[in-house]
């Protein structure tokens, strides 16, 4: 079993910042992602990224604005967040893969443990 403990979110003003945390413990994981899921609709990538290093991934919403990072002596997977818009209000949540390593997980299915979800609203 994998526990995921996020962390970070709040409401910001429109062009303002937020930091991300998801604090993993348990069983060895692979790949760490972030996904959003706003009101009525899909859970969608933002970023993700591998344990092992090599290029991260971002969803093109959020490239430029959107850093993810992990800090292995920690267990925990960060997403940074500047520039905020009023579209990335959503339910912001964090994902790790426990399954054999891949390169590239942005499908929600690619993923075996999900945490509760910390909400991010951005208001104009």
């Known amino acids: 079993q994998v526990q995921l403990v996020e962390s970070g979110g709040g409401l910001v003003q429109a062009g303002g910042s937020l930091r991300l945390s998801c604090a993993a413990s348990g069983r060895t994981t692979y790949n760490m992602g972030w996904f959003r899921q706003a009101p009525g609709k899909e859970r969608d990538i933002v970023a993700a990224i591998r344990w092992s290093g090599g290029s991260a991934y971002y969803a093109d919403s959020v490239k430029g604005r959107f850093t993810i990072s992990g800090d292995n002596a920690k267990n925990t997977v960060y997403l940074q967040m500047e520039s905020l818009k009023p579209e990335d209000t959503a339910v912001y949540y964090c994902?790790?893969?426990?399954?054999?390593?891949?390169?590239?997980?942005?499908?929600?299915?690619?993923?075996?443990?999900w945490g509760q979800g910390t909400p991010v609203t951005v208001s104009s």
């Open positions: 994902a790790a893969r426990q399954r054999r390593p891949i390169d590239l997980a942005i499908r929600p299915s690619s993923y075996d443990y």
